[in-house]
């Protein structure tokens, strides 16, 4: 079993930057695509960035310019950083990882980020 623990998330005033986390852990053989996506009070949840595992990016248009994501591979950990953060990026930011031969999906449990005016 793989799990994976998203951590860095809080409060944070508009206009500033919080850095998540996210460790997988467990029965890892090889990890594929790391992505974060986020789900905000009656939204769908969306994609925020991916990450391959070979370091091409990909992030939504609404956070280009603003948020970085980037993966430690020999410790399993992908990161997003993210600045000039606006109340609109206000919402619970999910870990997601494809694992293993199979690329088998894991999600972590969800980290808050609530941007305040």
């Known amino acids: 079993q793989v799990q994976l623990v998203e951590s860095g998330g809080g409060l944070v005033q508009a206009g500033g930057s919080l850095r998540l986390s996210c460790a997988a852990s467990?029965?890892?053989?090889?990890?594929?695509?790391m992505d974060w996506y986020r789900q905000a009070p009656g939204k769908q949840r969306e994609l925020v960035a991916a990450i391959t595992s070979g370091g091409s990016t990909n992030y939504a248009d609404s956070v280009k310019g603003r948020f970085t994501i980037s993966r430690d591979n020999p410790k399993n950990t992908v990161y997003l950083q993210m600045t000039s953060l606006n109340v609109e990026d206000t919402a619970v930011y999910y870990c997601?990882?494809?694992?293993?031969?199979?690329?088998?999906?894991?999600w972590g449990q969800g980290t808050q980020v609530t941007v305040s005016s």
């Open positions: 467990g029965r890892i053989v090889s990890i594929h695509g």
């Open positions: 997601h990882a494809l694992v293993g031969v199979i690329a088998k999906d894991y």
